[in-house]
């Protein structure tokens, strides 16, 4: 039996690109346009109908209602794709981008200090104070308001050392 070949897309060179959207394509009503221009009409049209769906009280509660059904956590929302299909979209896309919240106990599944650090940092937010408690600099940076720390952390925070554990053999 052979093997199913998966479907590759690879970009082509801007010079293609140009000369692909600049093809002519006459419209029903003999009027003409180009490629370019029709692909850009059907993106704002998609995205205007999926504003539309997003505004829509009734299918936020099919999109929650057919998450349940999957027995999935997260935002749900119903989008139409290019294709004319009608899909649900489970997931964090609704929450702000860079920030992902979690309950997880101990930190896991927060995001990379650095990507924190870094977003604060365009945001033009002050963390300097936090350290390295991801939970309140996700707090902080929520709030977007730019709080100059009154005290460093090393004067805010002493630790006890660590005691000394043996390992086994």
Do not use: C, F, W
């Not at 002519?24 to 999926?50: I, P, R, W």
């Not at 294709?83 to 106990?105: F, K, N, R, Y």
């Not at 937010?125 to 936090?130: F, G, K, P, Q, T």
């Amino acid at each position: 039996m052979t093997r199913k070949r998966s479907l590759t897309e690879v970009p082509v060179p801007d010079e293609l690109r140009e000369a692909v959207l600049n093809i002519a394509v006459a419209l029903s009503d003999g009027s003409m346009t180009s490629v370019g221009l029709l692909v850009q009409s059907a993106s704002e049209a998609l995205q205007k109908a999926n504003e539309a769906l997003k505004g829509n009280g009734l299918v936020d509660l099919a999109s929650k209602d057919l998450m349940r059904q999957h027995r999935r956590r997260g935002n749900a929302r119903i989008i139409v794709t290019a294709t004319g299909g009608i899909m649900l979209q489970i997931g964090t896309s609704d929450s702000e981008p860079g920030i992902v919240h979690t309950t997880a106990p101990g930190g896991a599944g927060l995001p990379h200090l650095g990507k924190l650090r870094a977003l604060a940092l365009q945001r033009g937010i002050d963390i300097s104070d936090l350290g390295r408690r991801k939970r309140e600099i996700m707090e902080r940076l929520a709030e977007g308001v730019s709080n100059p720390p009154t005290r460093l952390r090393d004067e805010v925070r002493t630790s006890t050392p660590l005691p000394d554990i043996k390992l086994p053999r």
